[in-house]
C-alpha cells in the first residue's frame, strides 16, 4: 500500500480551481501514453484507490471520514477501471465536488493506492486518473461515507468469524443521523469476499432505500483464477444507484445500513459501508416522495450471486484456523464451484 502525494500542478491534479464532475477512469498503466491500454487485472490486482483534497470546503458533515477530503475510489467491485461514483451527464451540468481550498486555490490530492502484484518480480506503473472537470459553477456534492465510523481505526473492516451452519449469516449494522437536509443522488455499496448483501433503510420513514447486491466472478474470471491467491476473492461488482431528483432525507432522519456476509466461512478484513453523495436542500420534505429515476450503475455483465463453498477445512484440521491455511483451501474449492451464472441475484436470508 503507498500513499502518494498529487499536486496541483495540472500534472498530478487539477491546477485550477473548480468543480469534480465525475470520476471517468482510475487505471494501472506502462506508459505516460493517454491511450495506453491499463494493465491487466490478472497481473496488477488493484484492491482499492482513494483521492482525497484535503483542505478542500464544503466537505459536509456526517461522514466517516471527515476531515479527509475524500473524492473518489475505486475498489475490487471496479475490476474495469471506472469507478461509477458519477452522475448521469445531464446532472454534471449541475452538480460537482468543490476543489478548492478556503483561500481559493486547487488543493494537492492525495493517492492511497494498494495494489497486488502477479508479474512475480518489481514493477513500476502509473496510476492514470481521468476526471470531468470544471471551473464553471456547480451546486455542491457532499460525498459522505455512511458506515459504522468506530471501525475507522481499523480502516473500515471487520471480521466475520464464521463458523456457522451453512447458509447462516452474519450481520453487521449501524445507524447514521443526518446532520443536514438534502437529495442523495448516488448510493454506492461497498463490501468484500464473503458480503451476500447491504441494505440502507431509512428507520424515521420505514423505508428501504436500497438492497444492494454483490456480485461474484464467474470461475474463470481473474479474481478467481489468478495464482498465487494473495486475499479472499472480492466481488465484481456492488450494488450502486444514481438518481438526478435525489432522495429527500431530512436532517435528524435515521439510516440503518445493514451488511449482511456469510457467516460459515471465516472472512478476514470484511466490510460493509456504503460511499454517497449528497446535495444539501433544505426545501426537502420529511419522508417525501421517493425519486422515480433511479439507476442501478455498477451491475457487471456476467458474475453469480455468490460464491459457494464445497469443503471449509479440506486441508486444515481446525476449522477456525488463520488465513492462509484454511481460507486457501476454501478459495481453491469455491473457484471450482461457483454457480452458473444468474439473471437476478440472490439474496441472504436474515
Ligand atoms: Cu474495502
Redesign the pocket.
Known amino acids: 500500500m503507498r500513499k502518494l502525494l498529487l499536486e496541483a500542478d495540472g500534472l498530478g491534479a487539477p491546477k485550477q480551481p473548480g468543480y469534480i464532475l465525475g470520476f471517468q477512469e482510475m487505471a494501472l498503466v506502462d506508459s505516460k501514453d493517454p491511450d495506453a491500454k491499463p494493465l491487466p487485472i490478472a497481473k496488477m490486482m488493484v484492491?482499492?484507490f482513494l483521492y482525497f483534497a484535503r483542505g478542500r470546503v464544503h466537505e459536509g458533515p456526517g461522514s466517516c471520514w471527515r476531515g479527509a477530503g475524500f473524492i473518489g475510489g475505486r475498489?475490487?467491485e471496479h475490476p474495469l477501471g471506472r469507478p461509477q461514483m458519477t452522475l448521469p451527464k445531464r446532472s454534471r451540468d449541475v452538480y460537482g465536488i468543490n476543489n478548492r481550498t478556503a483561500e481559493g486555490n486547487a488543493p494537492n490530492w492525495s493517492l492511497t493506492a494498494m495494489v497486488m502484484n502477479h508479474y512475480k518480480r518489481p514493477k513500476s506503473f502509473y496510476v492514470r486518473t481521468k476526471v470531468w472537470y470544471t471551473t464553471e459553477q456547480r451546486t455542491s456534492i457532499l460525498p459522505v461515507v455512511i458506515g459504522d465510523c468506530a471501525q475507522l481505526a481499523n480502516?473500515?473492516?471487520y471480521d466475520v468469524p464464521g463458523g456457522g451452519r451453512k447458509g447462516s449469516n452474519f450481520v453487521n449494522t449501524s445507524d447514521w443521523v443526518a446532520p443536514f437536509s438534502g437529495r442523495m443522488l448516488v448510493a454506492s455499496s461497498?463490501?468484500?469476499g464473503g458480503g451476500k448483501y447491504q441494505a440502507l433503510d431509512s428507520r424515521t420513514c420505514q423505508r428501504r432505500l436500497f438492497k444492494a447486491p454483490v456480485y461474484h466472478g464467474l470461475p474463470k474470471h481473474p479474481y478467481n483464477s489468478i495464482r498465487p491467491i494473495l486475499h479472499e476473492p472480492?466481488p465484481i461488482g456492488t450494488g450502486a444507484y444514481a438518481t438526478a431528483q435525489g432522495i429527500p432525507i431530512v436532517k435528524g432522519e435515521v439510516l440503518r445500513r445493514t451488511a449482511v456476509h456469510d457467516d460459515h466461512n471465516l472472512h478476514v478484513?470484511s466490510?460493509g459501508?456504503w460511499a454517497t453523495w449528497f446535495v444539501a436542500d433544505d426545501s426537502v420534505k420529511r419522508c417525501g416522495k421517493m425519486p422515480d429515476d433511479v439507476v442501478e450503475i455498477n451491475k457487471p455483465k456476467h458474475y453469480t450471486a455468490r460464491r459457494t463453498t464445497t469443503s471449509r477445512s479440506r486441508s486444515c484440521p481446525n476449522p477456525r484456523a488463520r488465513w492462509p491455511c484454511s481460507a486457501a483451501a476454501r478459495w481453491r474449492s469455491a473457484t471450482t464451484s461457483s454457480g452458473p451464472a444468474r439473471s437476478r441475484p440472490r439474496s441472504g436470508k436474515r
Open positions: 484492491h482499492h475498489g475490487e480502516g473500515m473492516s461497498h463490501q468484500h472480492g478484513a466490510m459501508f
